[in-house]
């Protein structure tokens, strides 16, 4: 079955440096990749997606490349902010059904 | 306009007794869903409805009936709540041609 696996949190930085977050899958067929950011006592909300190998999601700041040799999605930001103080999910979307990965958390101090 | 709404957003309650939750889309998506939240922040999905019909059912006690009126809600009702019901219940409606899914603010749910 199809599975993603993401980093354990939490992920703690210092406002202005660069994150990471690794996100590899598994799955049948050809997935389209996402990740979801939820902010403290809000639903989630996509930040960024990708439907093939090798496209390039991004948003505000945040970018992740679907890597299909080595099945990965890892989001990238240069410069974090304190605002971008929320949980994380990969997902991937297959046959009308998408599976999260277990989330991490990001915690930015000013 | 809220895209994917749920009420009520808290809900706190006895063991024993029942409840629901209700979600509404606006959207015009096909297919919804409920997710559950547990305090480490790990989404496991319930339910799946694609226009008023059942399409995925996990393991999930039977004490959880969802009901889907028409294919712009998707209500989830709980009898006989137990303690590890607490959780975030999180609707979610699916733009089938993305793979996107739109969530609601969520129903925080506290048994005692």
């Known amino acids: 079955g199809n599975s993603v696996t993401q980093m354990e949190g939490p992920v703690t930085l210092s406002e202005e440096a660069f994150l990471t977050i690794n996100c590899t899958y598994t799955a049948t067929g050809y997935p389209s990749l996402f990740w979801y950011v939820q902010y403290p006592g809000e639903g989630l909300q996509l930040l960024l997606k990708a439907t093939k190998a090798d496209d390039k999601g991004s948003n505000k700041g945040f970018e992740a490349t679907y890597r299909k040799e080595t099945t990965s999605f890892h989001l990238e930001k240069g410069s974090v902010q304190v605002s971008d103080s929320a949980v994380y999910f990969c997902?991937?979307?297959?046959?009308?059904?998408?599976?999260f990965g277990k989330g991490t958390m990001l915690l930015v101090s000013p | 306009d809220t895209a994917v709404s749920q009420t009520p957003k808290y809900l706190v309650t006895q063991m024993g007794n029942d409840k629901s939750i209700k979600c509404e889309q606006n959207l015009g998506h096909d297919t919804m869903y409920w997710y559950k939240q547990d305090s480490k922040k790990f989404l496991k999905i319930m339910f799946s409805?694609?226009?008023?019909?059942?399409?995925i059912n996990e393991t999930v006690p039977n004490r959880f009936s969802p009901k889907s009126p028409d294919k712009a809600h998707l209500n989830l009702h709980i009898n006989s709540l137990e303690l590890g019901d607490s959780a975030v219940y999180f609707c979610a409606s699916a733009d089938r041609g993305t793979g996107e899914l739109f969530f609601g603010e969520g129903s925080r749910l506290t048994v005692l």
């Open positions: 409805y694609n226009n008023k019909e059942l399409i």
């Open positions: 997902a991937l979307s297959a046959y009308s059904t998408l599976t």
